[in-house]
């Protein structure tokens, strides 16, 4: 179907042509087709979150626990706990489904775009709204995003070895086939998920979704579950072994009550349904059941946050292992420069002429010995400013719309066509010239495009001005000139002479020298020729000058490098310039030092693996390198224990990025192909933007750590306070619905504002985290185990006091001198460093909710109703005062914790992430 038609009957069959549908058509289209993508298995719902809730199992447990209470008698309990597990499903489901939503947000963001024609027009629209008859536009580095039955093909193949198993690109066609042609054999059709590896073409698609070919065969390619981070497995090994020994001290507190408790005034039944119930709800408190979900939770929020800087996560672990980079490898066009060729430099007239003005912005002075060329002077190189504008394919646009704009700031401008003819147009512009001067004057005939044997390219244009036919040609300075016979020199031709050419030639390898990319500009009259070709124009020409063009590095690139050192990571450029321009450039942002090694492609295929990987530390810049060579150096990186991140925008980069810790593709000059393999994709090119990804990436963890560690803290005072209490025969110091509510609310709300906490500004001045090691290390442990013990031994001195003459209004106060612990405790866990040092308002999430943790204790305390609920009495001042004196013990310990453990990264910056200082 479709491959065995005609393009006309193809048109009639789907009610389109070759300038595509309009866009109501294409709503309409939308609703009978469907959107274009495959049906997504296993989606995350909001009702089976929900669901999902019941299937913890400490909710199990709880919902255990209220049955007993319900079947002994104990209503009030059983309303209770009831209300308790309504409300950990509530805040489960609600912290899960707002992380399920901001990975849906993050993938509408890096969802594959489809050029195609519609309104008459060429428009960029996301893949998934493509529908059979519309024309679609692919080119290399594509991935195709519907089956496509081609119209127009130049020099295309494409690579279906993911569909057909044929490994060599298939060369497309587009006359019609016969009808026994199989897939394979379909050279007229493009077919979903394929990548176009050459040439570009055009075509109307025919399937969409399910109905195409990688549709037919979906569960081959239908998406794979996200599979846990290498540190949501540490954290479920640490939870598995904490459960075994916190369910063990469970059972020990169990059996211990059995002998201990007083049951004197109490049934047999009744004390044994009690105690079983109390020792799930320990078993509930205490379990470190949320630190995977905090993990989860904390990736997807610092994904969304990292999305927010321009740094899109497509997989989770990326948000983790940017916090843990120890090399970026870089890109130096677009990505450490601005992509924005600038012609800084002109020779013309056996003079040199500085260009002001940066970047598209279309301002700037021509300066010549120090002195401003006026208006009159410029009007001598307007033939030099005529044939860098017409002599291009390029566009200057307004990005505010007004093109007549002299608005100085570049970033209102941009380029359609390539950076090196775009900069021979601003030149233009800023020489007076634009299209209202030629439009009417000139008149296009014929272009002889560029290739990389002549080097050349040339135009034929009707001068009506001098009603001339003439040839401007652009190219290669040595190319040029060996067809120049003659020199433009202040307004006057003749011959050129040997002198001339060695002036130009020194001059040229001047602009060289100072890493300027530099083009030969002359022309011609081809007024007497019959037939324009390469053999017949592009000789005796006529010189006019040359120009000089650089790349200029990215604002605030240098300072990103700067700030890389001091964080311990080294910057690796790659790139494929010569090796003067990129040396140049690197001492421009402050890359290259005294001792760095500067290899070009060349010279690294000569090196050995073996000593590739004993000089990798070394090499700071590699020049004229190929795509190809990336994953070599990645592997090299990895075999000296570097966590790798590396930049690409193409096709080829794509195995570099899958092999890299963290690959990042380019957002806006990236390919398909590189964003469907990479896990990032870095939205402005910028790589001042990775770094402060990179930074967000080790806040990210440091709000993990933060929040672990607190958690834990809590959990094992909570337990340490039961235990010591049964061991040493006192009667229990909480009831059952008080354990619940400090699990549920005291212990959680403080620890979800953990996780909002600022970024600490130290946190680019370290090295970076060994990811071989555990989140939390034997001493933090250790120190962990020391404060919850504390924690529960004060909370028991405090209940001694008052438990022998109202043991409720000693529960009460236990109950509270736990809580305020907590409260105290959170504070001092916001920062790895003093306290002090730290504003204690700036995290307004923690503020509210400790001031909810502490309001929720104060209602339990003094609101009769729920006095009889969870069995308070009011507590007066005296008690106030006891409490808060032990309980800011919790305070103090965490600060002093802080002298004994540096948990920033224990280990020793390697010699070769220590980069030296500037000079």
């Known amino acids: 179907m479709y491959f065995d038609e005609s393009v006309k009957d193809v048109f ?45 199992f400490l909710i199990l447990l709880l919902i255990a626990a209220a049955l007993i209470s319900l079947f002994v008698g104990e209503h009030l309990e059983f309303y209770g706990i009831l209300a308790i597990i309504i409300l950990s499903v509530i805040l489960g489901f609600i912290q899960e489904y707002s992380a399920e939503k901001a990975m849906d947000a993050l993938q509408k963001i890096s969802a594959p775009y489809a050029k195609v024609l519609r309104d008459g027009g060429e428009i960029k629209i996301p893949s998934r709204e493509l529908v059979p008859g519309d024309i679609v536009l692919i080119e290399e580095g594509d991935i195709v995003p519907a089956d496509i039955r081609l119209i127009d093909s ?26 026994e042609s199989s897939v394979a054999d379909q050279k007229n059709m493009a077919f979903s998920g394929t990548i176009v590896t050459r040439g570009d073409g055009k075509g109307i698609v025919t399937f969409t979704g399910q109905k195409t ?9 239908s998406e794979i579950e996200e599979t846990a981070t290498p540190l949501e497995i540490k954290f479920a090994k640490m939870s598995r072994e904490l459960t075994y020994i916190v369910l063990g001290l469970v059972v020990v507190v169990f059996v211990i009550g059995l002998i201990t408790l007083d049951r004197s005034n109490v049934q047999w039944g009744k004390f044994l349904a009690s105690l079983f119930i109390f020792s799930l709800s320990l078993a509930v408190a205490a379990v470190p059941s949320a630190l995977s979900a905090i993990v989860t939770i904390s990736l997807s929020r610092g994904a969304k946050r990292l999305a927010s800087k321009n740094m899109i996560i497509k997989r989770l672990p990326a948000a983790e292992s940017l916090g843990a980079v120890t090399v970026i490898c870089s890109d130096k066009t677009g990505t450490l420069t601005r992509n924005q060729m600038t012609i800084t430099r002109m020779y013309t007239g056996k003079k040199v002429i500085e260009v002001k003005g940066s970047g598209y912005a279309p301002v700037g002075e021509f300066v010549v010995d120090n002195k401003v060329l006026d208006d009159k002077n410029l009007k001598g190189l307007e033939l030099l400013f005529r044939i860098g504008y017409l002599c291009n394919d390029a566009k200057l646009v307004s990005n505010t719309g007004d093109s007549k704009s002299s608005d100085s700031s570049d970033g209102k401008w941009s380029i359609i066509g390539d950076p090196t003819e775009g900069s021979l147009i601003v030149l233009a512009r800023k020489g007076k010239l634009d299209e209202k001067y030629f439009e009417g004057t000139f008149s296009k005939v014929q272009e002889l495009p560029f290739d990389s044997d002549r080097k050349l390219m040339s135009v034929i244009y009707e001068n009506y001005i001098n009603e001339k036919t003439e040839a401007y040609v652009k190219g290669a300075p040595d190319f040029i000139l060996r067809s120049c016979s003659k020199i433009l020199i202040d307004g006057k031709i003749r011959l050129i002479t040997k002198s001339d050419k060695d002036g130009i030639l020194r001059s040229n390898n001047i602009f060289a020298e100072d890493s300027l990319r530099v083009l030969a500009l002359a022309y011609r009259d081809v007024s007497s020729l019959k037939k324009y070709d390469v053999s017949s124009v592009e000789k005796d020409l006529i010189f006019v000058g040359l120009v000089g063009m650089i790349d200029p590095p990215r604002e605030g690139v240098k300072e990103a490098i700067m700030q890389c050192g001091t964080a311990g990571i080294r910057v690796m450029m790659i790139t494929g310039d010569h090796p003067t321009t990129a040396k140049a450039i690197g001492r421009q942002i402050g890359l290259l030092r005294d001792g760095d090694i500067v290899l070009t492609g060349q010279e690294l295929d000569k090196l050995s693996n073996l000593e590739l990987e004993q000089q990798i530390d070394n090499i700071r810049i590699i020049a004229r390198a190929l795509p190809i060579q990336k994953t070599r150096i990645v592997e090299a990186l990895q075999k000296k224990g570097h966590i790798v991140a590396m930049t690409g925008d193409g096709v080829n980069d794509a195995p570099a990025l899958k092999k890299a810790d963290v690959g990042i593709a380019m957002g806006i000059s990236g390919t398909d192909v590189s964003k469907e393999v990479a896990k990032t994709i870095l939205a402005d090119d910028n790589f001042a933007t990775i770094v402060n990804a990179i930074a967000e990436g080790r806040n990210i963890y440091d709000r993990i750590i933060k929040s672990t560690k607190y958690l834990l803290a809590c959990n094992v005072g909570e337990v340490t306070t039961v235990f010591f209490a049964v061991l040493l025969s006192f009667p229990l110091p909480l009831i059952t619905l008080q354990l619940l509510l400090m699990n549920l609310l005291t212990d959680g709300l403080p620890a979800l504002g953990l996780g909002s906490e600022p970024a600490e500004d130290d946190v680019m001045k370290h090295s970076p985290r060994n990811p071989k090691e555990n989140p939390l290390t034997k001493q933090m442990l250790w120190l962990i185990l020391i404060f919850g013990v504390a924690m529960g031994l004060g909370t028991l001195f405090a209940f001694s006091i008052y438990y022998k003459s109202n043991l409720q209004l000693g529960q009460t106060v236990a109950f509270t001198t736990l809580v305020m612990f907590e409260m105290f405790a959170v504070m001092s866990a916001r920062s790895f460093a003093s306290f002090k040092k730290i504003s204690p308002l700036s995290n307004k999430w923690l503020s509210l909710g400790i001031a909810a943790s502490i309001g929720i204790q104060l209602i339990v305390i003094y609101v009769p109703f729920l006095q009889q609920v969870f ?24 600060e002093i914790s802080k002298y004994f453990v540096k948990e920033k990264y224990q280990f020793n910056t390697p010699p070769e992430i220590t980069l030296p200082k500037l000079q």
């Open 154 to 179: 130049d020099s295309l193949e494409i690579d279906e070895s993911s569909l057909t198993g044929e490994s060599v690109p298939a060369k497309k066609l587009v006359t019609q086939l016969k009808p």
């Open 213 to 221: 070919e990688f549709g037919k065969i979906a569960q081959t390619i």
């Open 12 to 56: 009639l069959r789907l009610n389109s042509n070759d300038k595509g549908i309009n866009t109501l058509e294409a709503k309409k289209r939308i609703k009978d087709y469907g959107f274009n993508e495959l049906d997504k298995k296993n989606k995350n719902t909001a009702l089976k979150i929900f669901i999902n809730q019941f299937k913890n």
């Open 871 to 894: 069995g308070t009495v009011p507590l007066g001042f005296m008690e106030w005062i006891i409490i808060l004196s032990i309980s800011c013990l919790g305070f103090i310990m965490m």
